[in-house]
């Protein structure tokens, strides 16, 4: 678990950067202004990334109102806030279902979900996923901070691979994923 903040990871970016750090996306300077622009789309950008066990979460749908015109009996609005599905329906129970814009569409009448949501406390988050989420910031912010094209990519290369090393120090946290046995497994065994 970490002890950092929205406004001390965007501080520290624009410490990499050579720039002062900031105490408040509020306070009317021109680096805290294009950190609190830049810091929502960065962060679910990161989030829809991976399924990271920090940001997943589930529940059970329950149909809205209002049904589809034809094909499926029931809607099912997706959460406010939704990132990605991982996963529609109890493991190794998926109901025939399509995503329309912010809706599932099923003949289901309730509807497990497993999603990445947008987890905005990032003291939740993992340490490694921090330090990602500081090097694309300082990526996000090289540009408009320092008008420097070689230093923002410098900065993208060093935040994909310290993003990759999170994603996979993130997913060794979970056992591994079984595949069931098709019937075209076991006819060969």
Known sequence: MSTASPVSICSNALQRLGDKPIADFEEGTKPASLAANLWPG?????????PWNCATKR?????AAESPAFDYT??????GDWLKTLQVGRRGVAPE?????????????QLPLV??????VTATWDDSLVNAA???MAA???YPITASTSLRESLLQEAQYVLRQAKAMDGQDDPPEELEASGLLRARF
Do not use: Q
């Not at 960065?42 to 991976?50: E, I, P, T």
């Not at 279902?97 to 009448?109: F, H, Q």
């Open 115 to 120: 999603y990445v949501f947008r987890n905005e």
């Open 59 to 63: 529940v059970i749908l329950a149909p």
């Open 97 to 109: 279902y399509r995503v329309e814009g912010r809706c599932i569409l099923s003949d289901a009448t």
């Open 42 to 50: 960065v962060r679910d950008a990161l989030l829809r990334s991976h």
């Open 140 to 142: 996000a912010l090289a």
């Open 134 to 136: 500081t090097l694309a």
């Open 74 to 79: 029931h809607k099912f609005m997706l959460p």
